[in-house]
């Protein structure tokens, strides 16, 4: 199993619980925290944390203007994934700044959703 593929597993788990997941906005539904790529600069990455915490933390200099903001698990699969996905935009797994990030397909965290149970229409 690749360290992509665990870490999509790891980020539905933790995300088991309360359905959502947190990304970072500007309060409006427009100015979302979006960064180019760590490995191909002319990618842009869609970031997302597990919690609401880890979002928070993130939440310093260039980002201090942003709030976490939640994103129900059904609303990323209904919404985000054919959106953003369809543009090629990309996912960040709980973003640090100061190491090597996982970026993904927004296609493959909603496969890993629903096919480990995590996300069952309700």
Not at 48 to 65: K, M, P, R, S
Request: charged share 25%; glycine share 4%.
């Amino acid at each position: 199993m690749s360290d992509n593929q665990q870490a999509l597993i790891d980020f539905a788990e933790a995300i088991r619980g309360d359905q959502k997941m947190w990304a970072l906005t500007a309060g409006n539904d427009e100015d979302w925290v979006v960064v180019d790529s760590q490995f191909n600069p002319e990618d842009e990455v869609f970031l997302v944390w597990d919690t609401q915490e880890a979002a928070q933390a993130a939440c310093t200099e260039e980002w201090e203007i942003y709030t976490p903001s939640a994103i129900p698990v059904q609303e990323y699969l209904d919404f985000w994934v054919e959106e953003l996905g369809a543009e090629g935009v990309l996912l960040g797994l709980n973003w640090l700044d100061d190491q090597e990030n996982i970026e993904v397909k927004m296609i493959d965290l909603a496969k890993v959703l629903l096919d480990t149970g995590v996300y069952k229409d309700q």
